[in-house]
């Protein structure tokens, strides 16, 4: 193997380890990250969390940033998980900034692995595909809120493209931070609430973030993320 070869694998060795320790994650754990899993050792959840706080915390924190990392099946539960043992704040500080790591992670990897390479190559493209990259470029930061606000984006995808269009970290961490806010704190405050709905045998509505109250203020927040770009839009064409 070339010095060449062994540096283009080196780069993309952290992204295929994420892939495959995902695809393995998916088969064996998704039994043990799971609402029945929670609920089964909530009891032992919560003494532990009494008996050592801080160490608990950290402890959450780590497993979460696993989670997102890797791409692992649980980030919603882990989120209900954080609500449930540290209340709806500061739960959700807990939460976004677990997840904000991990999704950090991940896309460091992306980018180290792929994202250089294909950026260069949608910028010396034409066509589609270079309007595509040049749209994402002028408009980054609307378009890295909008897609985390919108609740219908999987959570990898939305740190995944960013990687591939050569969004700068700075940015990329600073709209994950705050775009994932609102629904983390709705998804935290239905776990705040876990204790009663383990009470009554159900099991927790994770489609309340759909429903009109919730999902209208939203919306709002994304309509705002695209007003620069209309604006934008609206000058380009007063100006033809």
């Not at 039994?31 to 003494?47: K, M, P």
């Not at 910028?123 to 985390?148: A, H, P, T």
Request: hydrophobic share 55%; net charge neutral; with cysteine.
């Amino acid at each position: 193997m070339t010095h060449t070869e062994t540096s283009v694998l080196r780069k993309k060795l952290p992204i295929l380890i994420i892939v495959a320790v995902a695809a393995l994650g998916a088969i064996t754990l998704r039994d043990y990250l799971s609402f029945d899993a929670l609920r089964d050792n909530r009891e032992a959840l919560i003494a532990f969390r009494d008996a050592n706080y801080l160490l608990a915390v950290l402890g959450f924190i780590a497993i979460y940033v696993v989670i997102v990392a890797f791409s692992l099946p649980g980030a919603a539960i882990a989120t209900l998980t954080g609500g449930f043992l540290f209340a709806t704040f500061p739960g959700f500080l807990y939460n976004i900034t677990a997840a904000t790591i991990g999704a950090t992670a991940i896309f460091s990897a992306a980018r180290m692995g792929f994202g250089d390479k294909l950026a260069a190559r949608m910028e010396s493209s034409d066509g589609m595909v270079k309007r595509i990259k040049d749209g994402i470029d002028e408009n980054q930061w609307s378009v890295l809120f909008l897609i985390r606000l919108v609740p219908a984006v999987p959570f990898f995808v939305a740190n995944l493209v960013p990687a591939l269009v050569d969004v700068p970290l700075r940015r990329f961490v600073i709209s994950t931070f705050f775009g994932i806010i609102p629904g983390s704190v709705v998804y935290t405050s239905v776990g705040a609430g876990l204790g009663e709905v383990f009470e009554r045998g159900e099991t927790p509505n994770l489609g309340i973030i759909f429903e009109p109250h919730i999902l209208l203020p939203i919306l709002g927040l994304c309509a705002l993320a695209l007003l620069p770009i209309a604006l934008k839009a609206l000058r380009g064409k007063e100006g033809i």
